[in-house]
């Protein structure tokens, strides 16, 4: 019930408010590739281990020197600082709704922007890796991610690449709404130095490379999925606090 009603929702404020990538802005990419980095999260919340999506996309700003650039975009539902990393023009975005309805403000940037859904790059967290562990997915399902679920809903099609950013699962009686609605703790904070660091590499990886083996449709995600590999760098999560990098076949 709570999925039917969350996409109730995320088509009633799609409703009206998607256009074509035309316009001023629009034409303002109109050489170059483009691509779209999206840091899933809550607004209010960026401590968060759940909106480790946007600690990850203010580090990715800070390393491109455009840090101070962030402005709202009522358009967007979110804010954006838009720059180039070589010839590829970047739009960031921070979504400024809740989780649950990310993929509200990542379809109208997408539209308003002229940018396909396998050029949009989703980055978020993920429970089922523990924290110091990254993993680069070339498309497929959401793995029970509402942010994640959101955004496939509103682009209709799930072939988005995502960082995924592991923040392990709660130990303990510890649910897992408290556990990802939580901040880092000060032993994991300065695991998470190393993570942003390894994370902001990764995405500019992925940015620089033109010729990446991500999906080339922007309809029928499931099969182009199946036909992707996930890009993987690994390293060892018990040396100190350096973060490994790691993807899944």
Same mark, same amino acid.
């Given at each position: 019930?709570?999925?039917?009603?969350? !996409?109730?929702?995320?088509?009633?404020?799609?409703?009206?408010?998607?256009?074509?990538?035309? &316009?001023?802005?629009?034409?303002?990419?109109?050489?170059?590739?483009?691509?779209?980095?999206?840091?899933?999260?809550?607004?209010?919340?960026?401590?968060?281990?759940?909106?480790?999506?946007?600690?990850?996309?203010?580090?990715?700003?800070?390393?491109?020197?455009?840090?101070?650039?962030?402005?709202?975009?009522?358009?967007?539902?979110?804010?954006?600082?838009?720059?180039?990393?070589?010839?590829?023009?970047?739009?960031?975005?921070?979504?400024?709704?809740?989780?649950?309805?990310? &993929?509200?403000?990542?379809?109208?940037?997408?539209?308003?922007? &002229?940018?396909?859904?396998?050029?949009?790059?989703?980055?978020?967290?993920?429970?089922?890796?523990?924290?110091?562990?990254?993993?680069?997915?070339?498309?497929?399902?959401?793995?029970?991610?509402?942010?994640?679920?959101?955004?496939?809903?509103?682009?209709?099609?799930?072939?988005?690449?995502?960082?995924?950013? &592991?923040?392990?699962?709660?130990?303990?009686?510890? !649910?897992?709404?408290?556990?990802?609605?939580?901040?880092?703790?000060?032993?994991?904070?300065?695991?998470?130095?190393?993570?942003?660091?390894?994370?902001?590499?990764?995405?500019?990886?992925?940015?620089?490379?033109?010729?990446?083996?991500?999906?080339?449709?922007?309809?029928?995600?499931?099969?182009?999925?199946?036909?992707?590999?996930?890009?993987?760098?690994?390293?060892?999560?018990?040396?100190? !606090?350096?973060?490994?990098?790691?993807?899944?076949?």
């Amino acid at each position: 019930m709570r999925r039917l009603l969350t !996409s109730v929702v995320n088509r009633v404020q799609l409703s009206g408010n998607l256009t074509p990538g035309t &316009g001023t802005e629009a034409g303002t990419h109109g050489h170059g590739g483009r691509k779209l980095v999206v840091g899933l999260g809550n607004p209010g919340m960026e401590a968060t281990r759940h909106s480790v999506g946007m600690a990850v996309l203010g580090a990715l700003a800070a390393r491109l020197g455009v840090a101070d650039r962030w402005r709202g975009d009522k358009h967007v539902s979110g804010e954006v600082i838009v720059s180039e990393v070589q010839h590829t023009h970047v739009v960031l975005l921070r979504p400024k709704l809740l989780m649950n309805i990310n &993929g509200v403000s990542v379809a109208k940037a997408a539209g308003k922007y &002229g940018i396909k859904p396998e050029d949009i790059l989703l980055v978020h967290d993920e429970l089922d890796k523990p924290l110091g562990k990254i993993a680069v997915k070339h498309g497929g399902s959401a793995r029970g991610h509402n942010g994640v679920r959101s955004c496939v809903d509103c682009l209709h099609t799930d072939v988005m690449p995502r960082l995924r950013v &592991g923040i392990g699962r709660p130990t303990g009686n510890t !649910s897992v709404d408290r556990h990802v609605l939580g901040r880092f703790t000060l032993e994991e904070q300065k695991i998470l130095k190393s993570v942003l660091v390894q994370s902001v590499d990764l995405l500019l990886t992925q940015l620089t490379h033109q010729d990446s083996q991500s999906p080339t449709s922007p309809v029928g995600g499931r099969r182009a999925a199946k036909k992707s590999r996930d890009r993987e760098r690994s390293g060892s999560p018990a040396q100190e !606090s350096s973060a490994a990098a790691a993807a899944e076949s």
